[in-house]
């Protein structure tokens, strides 16, 4: 970091915080941008990191979920992601009603699935294993593939449009031509590959959300085509882009804080406090977007109506206004109400599902490596900002303990 006595606009603290070099580390320019919770960049941008701000916007009517520039290509349909209330909760509800049933009771078969994944790849490889591509990727692509009924085998094809589409969320200045146009072939391969999909159910109707959304008997089943499709990618992408950076990073902080490690070992119930630290601490969606429809004033500074506004999440997690010692991992910490899924009506859908799948991956992490270490420290990390985390983590350790369960 450059000297502190300089005076850095937000507009560069900002670009600070995104550039590829601070990746494994942008925390200290966010704790520089929290100083000034409301901020608009010199291209009208207004940056907003303070939490209890962001928390007023997450809830604000007034405020859109809409946060395209009027120049960007338009889709011809929304994302509920994007959409706003009441044809925003109409999808919502259309959705949860497949959704949540589906996901109850899902935790043995979790279980089941990372005792399956840890003992393929060690077995494979002894004393060595990536955390990311042996554990943390392939759990979310397999459950979200089960969950809709997208066939698993096809990951290489979606896997790849979904690494290019999630780098197209970040930034647009932070991004080169040639990841321009790759993300516009993506969405063309995602709308192609999605409806032969649709295509294949509408022919065999199975056991699955998509199913459930076709022909589904809910209140306000089946869902329009268009719908169907951008719903689709949404939840597909959402489901496993992002809760392979919880468990990664939860891996971290467990690697880098070898006293929890062994706290977890003694106090198994630990693991749910310390999940939702590492979504406080070192959340796996960093920032947001939305768009104001009209003035708003917060705490004596008014965001103009019309104006773009980021919500940095992961800058609100750590402001001092609202956690105490907000750049210590404390998984003890009283109400720890963070931003990590947002807030409002566009909480996050998957939150149970993600906070599962972290909370088993992690138990088994800790349970049956032996001594643990971090290989590499920081791991690279993938190019994104804003779906950060790690691309590799491998860790090294002295054995694998049998699943206790399996003996
Ligand atoms: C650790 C993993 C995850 C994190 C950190 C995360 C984070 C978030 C955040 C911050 C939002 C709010 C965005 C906003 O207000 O602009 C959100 C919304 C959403 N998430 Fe997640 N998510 C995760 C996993 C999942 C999973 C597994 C799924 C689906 C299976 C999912 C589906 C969605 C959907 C559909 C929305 C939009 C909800 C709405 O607009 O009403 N997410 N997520």
């Known amino acids: 970091m450059t000297t502190t006595t300089q005076q850095h606009t937000a507009s560069d603290l900002f670009a600070q915080a995104l550039r590829y070099e601070n990746r494994a580390d942008p ?72 959704f949540v049933p589906r996901i109850m009771g899902l935790r043995d078969h979790i279980d089941g699935l990372v005792t399956g994944l840890l003992d393929a790849h060690t077995s494979q490889r002894p004393g060595q294993l990536d955390v990311v591509g042996d554990l943390a990727y392939p759990l979310p692509v397999t459950l979200i593939c089960e969950l809709l009924g997208v066939p698993r085998e096809d990951e290489p094809v979606f896997g790849s449009i979904a690494r290019r589409l999630t780098r197209g969320l970040d930034p647009v200045e932070t991004q080169t031509e040639d990841e321009l146009r790759e993300l516009r072939e993506a969405r063309g391969e995602l709308v192609q590959y999605l409806e032969g999909l649709i295509a294949d159910r509408q022919a065999a109707p199975a056991d699955d959300l ?95 109506k019309g104006s773009r506004v980021r919500l940095l999440l992961a800058a609100g997690n750590r402001d001092p206004r609202r956690f105490s010692d907000p750049d210590r991992f404390l998984p003890d910490r009283p109400g720890n109400a963070h931003l990590g899924f ?66």
């Open 210 to 304: 998509l199913s459930g959304l076709m022909f589904g008997q809910g209140s306000d089943a089946p869902m329009d085509p268009i719908d169907l499709r951008v719903t689709l990618a949404l939840l597909l992408i959402a489901g496993h882009e992002t809760t392979v950076n919880l468990i990664a990073n939860g891996t971290l902080a467990l690697l880098r804080h070898p006293d929890l490690l062994a706290r977890l070992r003694a106090e198994p119930d630990l693991v749910t406090p310390l999940v939702e630290e590492v979504l406080r601490y070192d959340p796996p969606v960093q920032m947001s977007g939305r768009s104001t429809l009209a003035d708003i004033d917060l705490g004596g500074t008014t965001i103009p």
């Open 27 to 98: 925390y200290p320019y966010f704790a520089q941008l929290c100083r000034r919770p409301v901020v608009p960049e010199e291209n009208g941008t207004w940056l907003v990191s303070g939490y209890h701000e962001i928390s007023r916007l997450l809830r604000d009517p007034r405020v859109s979920a809409d946060r395209r520039r009027p120049e960007e290509e338009q889709p011809i349909r929304k994302s509920l992601l994007v959409e706003d209330a009441p044809r925003h909760d109409q999808l919502r509800h259309q959705v949860t009603e497949q």
């Open 342 to 407: 947002g807030g409002g009506i566009h909480y996050c859908i998957g939150a149970t599902l993600a906070r599962t799948e972290a909370q088993v991956a992690l138990t088994a992490l800790a349970r049956r490596l032996a001594s643990p270490r971090l290989v590499a420290a920081p791991p690279p990390y993938r190019e994104n900002a804003i779906l950060r985390g790690p691309d590799r983590l491998l860790v090294s350790f002295d054995r694998l303990t049998p699943d206790p369960r399996s003996v």
